[in-house]
């Protein structure tokens, strides 16, 4: 079962910041937040990953609370195509030896104009 | 130019056949997967294999087995396929220690 639990849908307006939240209050200490989404009719799509450091990409930045057990996404301005559904897992470094990634039910974001 | 990829698209088949679906990956990777989404939009792992492990999940049926000619190539086999079959099957592929890389899906119904 996925260790995090995160709203099932959420909108947004296309050009403003999306943050979508997560909380993973039983989350190990070696395990890393990750996030990926998809959308629709594709497959999964890698967005970032922290430990307990916020970190940016050019895609998105992750926000780690400094208790770990909640976290958020944020897309900076957000486009009509980063409507998907959007997952947040946790797990050891990259699914760890078994490359084993738990996908629970994500959140589902439609940007809108 | 494409990094995972995934043939058929679509399979359409009959209960009871034995279909094989097709991924390669073009990125140098050493590990890859193949994960199954069923119509509640549930994405599990099924396997996961590199040069020197093959894991599989306790979860999936002993009719499903990958086959991996080369590094490059991993190929899920189905016998006797089943209603219950019917789902999407996404490969994906990673370095040992990097994000996984997705395919497009493949969309498998079954009569």
């Known amino acids: 079962d996925a260790k995090t639990t995160q709203p099932t849908s959420m909108d947004c307006a296309e050009g403003r910041a999306a943050n979508l939240p997560c909380n993973h209050s039983?989350?190990?200490?070696?395990?890393?937040v990750y996030w990926y989404r998809q959308i629709h009719s594709q497959g999964p799509q890698y967005i970032i990953h922290g430990l307990k450091n916020n970190e940016t990409n050019e895609m998105a930045s992750l926000i780690i609370t400094e208790d770990r057990k909640s976290s958020t996404l944020i897309l900076p301005h957000a486009t009509l195509r980063d409507t998907a559904v959007y997952y947040c897992i946790v797990s050891p470094l990259y699914g760890g030896s078994q490359g084993n990634l738990i996908f629970g039910k994500g959140t589902k974001l439609s940007v809108k104009p | 130019d494409t990094a995972v990829s995934q043939t058929p698209k679509y399979l359409v088949t009959q209960m009871g056949n034995d279909k094989s679906i097709k991924c390669e990956q073009n990125l140098g990777h050493d590990t890859m997967y193949w994960y199954k989404q069923d119509s509640k939009k549930f994405l599990k792992i099924m396997f996961s294999?590199?040069?020197?492990?093959?894991?599989i999940n306790e979860t999936v049926p002993n009719r499903f087995s990958p086959k991996s000619p080369d590094k490059a190539h991993l190929n899920l086999h189905i016998n006797s396929l089943e209603l219950g079959d019917s789902a999407v099957y996404f490969c994906a592929s990673s370095q040992t220690s990097g994000p996984q890389h997705f395919g497009d899906g493949t969309r498998l119904s079954i009569l």
């Open positions: 039983t989350i190990s200490g070696n395990e890393y």
């Open positions: 294999y590199n040069n020197k492990e093959l894991i």
